[in-house]
């Protein structure tokens, strides 16, 4: 039990009564709402460490530990909350709630209705996830929190957490909504319709008047399993069921359910059944479909222009309910006016449940950036101190490293393209103070930059870049990138819109080495900076920095500053095109300078 | 109705009369069996171009025209089948029937069982695709046709003509499978799992007892809007619906169904129950579940050992029900015992349904390889002739395929990676009558190839080779290639092995023209066979003749043969590495010569 919260009891507070009652979005009013919640690790004196986690579609405020000490099942992400876990409970007070339209203690349609004594059925009237947000957020004033440190949750989870960092920009320091997106596609409506005709159709539902009698549980589980479906990768279906049979070698010839994928199917539609509404299930579906951010604000864009939070947005590479390029659309809309926001697309083969189970990648990321907001809120410092020789968190010797930081004037904002495991960008931040942002492909590097504190874009340069601001940095880092970029003129071009100075760096390819072994031995040069044979290098790229200074005459950039280095990071003040084995330029639009 | 078949009429024929009933793979036996089928197009005497296609789950052998001049909705693969069009009922004799155990005029649970004098319901014996297959040989025979020109199907359908290629090899000259797989995932298993579950929960379900009483209508209508989301892409379905609400602005706040996606699926449900019965649902879903071609045959290899039929098999970018790795599988399966088979994954938005809906691209291709079908079954010739000067149909002046000409001995084998539009291979076959085969990743290309005839793999050559067995071939071809080969090591190790000489040609990086630019103005060269910027080019790759030989000697390859050429084409004999612009190598393996 080292790395849970123990055992923990759900709790209950009674909210909204009269005659401060619930408003609605249909228009309806709805008092007293009872809200089901648990909570794990303290409260800090200073009410500055609490995390909210919402639940998905069938969770409930039951989030980690167990209900009492035989209890064989933990709490839904129990896996993630806990001492030393990626929400750690050692630092944070963590609540869950569950939400309004449920079925596991907040009231939802299986509750009273106080006007007329009997249970409301489809008398509850249609709820949004805006109305599932406005009742968490009284409960989080209840608890005492003016101000959250993070808001987190996956699938429905993450609509709620976007709720709350759109609607109540100055109750959250951190937004983490993960396997999410703004708007439901017409695909997973069609999903969740077919899954509320199932229980319509199932001849126990009788209008939502089933309480005290047979349950439409045929309908229910019919809906469960084509959720559970789109909760699984094609992929993750093939390994875990295959074509296997259930307690058979060979087809039996009659209609019965016999591959293991039915019979598991079957067995997950029937446990959901015994824990689950059907009215609940036709209420959330609802909401989750009429979840759409643009619609209400317009555009992407304007849905996240007064957000004020960090923002950390994960999706799993193989969600093909709520896919990577919805929140990549997400992604691309907050920095559009340049919020401050990290992503992730985790390689992952479990599909949506991904959130669930991918426990080690989510944890590390996670971990590392509550600490950064945590770091932030109490000592104004996102980026983590530097602990040991900054030499040592670089891969191999960049002499450049040395003249790019001399090049960059004190508390000014950074970008940098390719930035890696972050070291470049955490230096710049302890040493200048920079406001640093990066742009890298690798996930490991990412979680390491996340690690560091360093705000990072998981994006390939090779689909151009993000759509920032004009003249949102006053300095980009292209270091050492410059040959495997594949369209350099589209690149080069948005680097000097979107910063005041773009600062390059690459090898040399005409350098005395590389042209002696090309004229003598008639061979591709093989030099310090450019180390592997034709057949074996990535780098996609050769040019001198003649050929370097010929595309800035044809792209209209300016060059401000070269700074020619030898081998050993000597400056080399004449013939660098011959001389130089690398070189850092400094360049700006020509109309900017 | 210039392109339309015209009026056509569904015919009926009575076959496995007893004692000859159908032997049934549960072991049970089925007679008599009648057979519904309609017939485009006259019979040659010959009777050597009859086609026989194979309808999906919900089809049926209405396939092309109409049934009355009124009649508004001709058959379901109009847009294919008629004068002109992709199969050319000009030219062939084309032949639907509806699948054993459906309930479009062929014997299913809705026919009545001989021996009680009722419908079957349930009493039918569960049947697999492999059945279906038998009762169309049956029909094919009684049309007195002893082999078929070709047997064409998509989804299920494409499952028969697998069955077709395989059980019966000498009866089908071509084979084409689309948007199929040789076995069904779990996934979609679970799909029609749940469909099925849908229609047991019915209350009219009555255990399949319900002919002559209210149908199991809800149910079938939930299995098929199932069915449909799976048949959409997500992209169609966002650029169909959207998430746009059917006759209103505004959200009603009510449980019912309001998005038009959600009207829609209504709708698609509602009409299917008019003209599907449930229990034919029930048994063919099973049948497609039962699909799985390597249980029977122990490997996917194996599979296709023994199949004479020339295979074009195709799948579309966004099919993920039955997703174009299933085909490459397939493809990747026959190549090992170098079946002769062409592969083309068409670019699609429309998901599983582009089969039925990507008329100009899946016409053009199916159009030109039944030509070479037809042509090779009339003369011996599957390419076609060449009609023009065939330096036109080169892009730009080649100088090295004269080289390469003279290189190849005639009737050899011959593999050609990036055959681009196929007119290398279609040269050769003319004036070499060699046997080829081409590799090439782009549609069009691919498309233009099929229509000269010649055999075409979709294929990335950055994943490496197909697994075709040792020394396939006597001759590959990799013209002008190389420098945008991801991997050439791991490339080259495969052509040795599965050719017995390999021809290689590309442009001299060491050219005297390149090295003075180089030397001289320290810039990256630009020459007519290099002709692109640094930054513009996709070639990423530099190597010089010497540079090449050094790679030969490390892969254990031995050059047998070297041409130098001049910009001209005009052959160097002397200071190759200095003078060439291009050059071209035979090599082979060490150990091979």
Redesign the interface.
């Known amino acids: 039990m080292d790395t849970s919260v123990g055992i923990v009891k759900t709790q209950s507070v009674t909210l909204f009564e009269k005659p401060n009652e619930l408003k609605l979005?249909?228009?309806q009013t709805l008092g007293p709402v009872v809200v089901a919640y648990e909570t794990y690790g303290e409260l800090s004196p200073q009410h500055d460490n609490a995390i909210l986690i919402c639940h998905a579609l069938s969770g409930d405020a039951h989030a980690a530990g167990v209900h009492h000490a035989d209890d064989p099942k933990p709490g839904w992400w129990d896996n993630m909350i806990g001492p030393d876990k990626g929400i750690d409970t050692n630092k944070y007070f963590v609540i869950c709630s569950n939400v309004l339209g449920g079925c596991k203690g907040t009231t939802g349609p299986g509750s009273i209705n106080p006007a007329t004594g009997k249970k409301w059925g489809?008398g509850f009237?249609?709820i949004t996830i805006a109305d599932m947000v406005r009742v968490q957020k009284e409960l989080v004033s209840h608890l005492g929190i003016s101000r959250l440190l993070a808001v987190i949750g996956g699938s429905m989870g993450g609509m709620q957490v976007l709720e709350w960092a759109i609607r109540y920009p100055d109750r959250v320091a951190a937004a983490v909504p993960i396997a999410t997106t703004t708007?439901?596609?017409?695909?997973a409506?069609?999903?969740n319709?077919?899954g509320?005709?199932?229980i319509a159709?199932?001849?126990n539902f009788c209008a939502g008047e089933y309480y005290g009698k047979a349950s439409p549980g045929?309908?229910l589980?019919?809906a469960r399993?084509?959720g559970h479906?789109t909760y699984?990768s094609?992929d993750s279906?093939?390994k875990?069921?295959?074509?296997t049979l259930r307690n058979a070698d060979n087809?039996k010839?009659?209609?019965e359910?016999e591959?293991s994928?039915?019979t598991y199917?079957?067995y997950q539609?029937r446990r959901f059944v015994e824990r689950f509404d059907a009215n609940s299930y036709?209420?959330i579906t609802?909401a989750i479909?009429?979840f759409?951010l643009t619609?209400s604000f317009g555009s992407m864009e304007q849905t996240f222009a007064n957000i004020q939070s960090r923002f950390l947005v994960i999706s799993f590479s193989s969600d093909?309910l709520f896919?990577p390029s919805h929140s990549e659309q997400m992604v691309r809309a907050m920095l559009a006016s340049n919020k401050d926001v990290t992503y992730c697309n985790i390689e992952s083969p479990y599909g949506h449940d991904a959130f669930l189970l991918e426990e080690k990648v989510l944890g590390d990321i996670l971990g590392g950036f509550l600490e950064s907001i945590y770091r932030y809120r109490r000592t104004g410092q996102a980026v983590a101190p530097l602990v040991e020789n900054p030499v040592k968190h670089i891969n191999g010797t960049r002499h450049e490293y040395p003249v790019i930081e001399e090049l960059i004037r004190p508390n000014s904002s950074v970008l940098d393209l390719g930035c890696g495991n972050g070291s470049l960008l955490q230096i710049l931040a302890e040493r200048l103070a920079i406001d640093g942002r990066g742009i890298e492909i690798q996930q490991d590097r990412i979680v390491e930059s996340v690690r560091r504190g360093v705000t990072v874009i998981q994006h390939d340069l090779n689909t151009g870049l993000p759509k920032y601001p004009d003249d949102t940095f006053d300095y980009i880092i292209l270091s050492q990138t410059l040959p495997e970029v594949q369209q350099?003129?589209q690149v080069f071009n948005e680097m000097l819109r979107i910063g005041k100075i773009a600062i390059v760096s690459f090898p040399n390819?005409?350098s005395w080495q590389a042209?002696i072994q090309?004229?003598i031995?008639?061979?591709?040069p093989i030099t310090s900076y450019m180390p592997e044979a034709?057949?074996?290098?990535e780098r996609?790229?050769?040019?001198?920095?003649?050929?370097f200074e010929?595309?800035c005459r044809r792209i209209g950039a300016k060059i401000i500053q070269k700074v020619a280095l030898s081998k050993n990071g000597l400056r080399i003040p004449l013939l660098d095109?011959?001389l130089a084995e690398q070189a850092v330029y400094v360049i700006a639009r020509e109309e900017k300078e």
């Open positions: 979005d249909c228009g489809l009237p249609v708007r439901l596609s017409a695909q409506i069609a999903f319709a077919v509320r005709n199932a159709a199932d001849p045929r309908g589980a019919i399993m084509i479906i699984l094609e279906m093939h875990k069921f295959g074509r087809y010839y009659e209609l359910s591959f994928v039915e199917l079957d539609g036709l209420y609802k479909d009429y759409d619609a093909w896919p350099p003129e390819f005409a042209r090309f004229l031995k008639g061979r591709a034709w057949y074996r290098t996609i790229r050769f040019l001198s920095l003649k050929d010929d595309f095109n011959f």
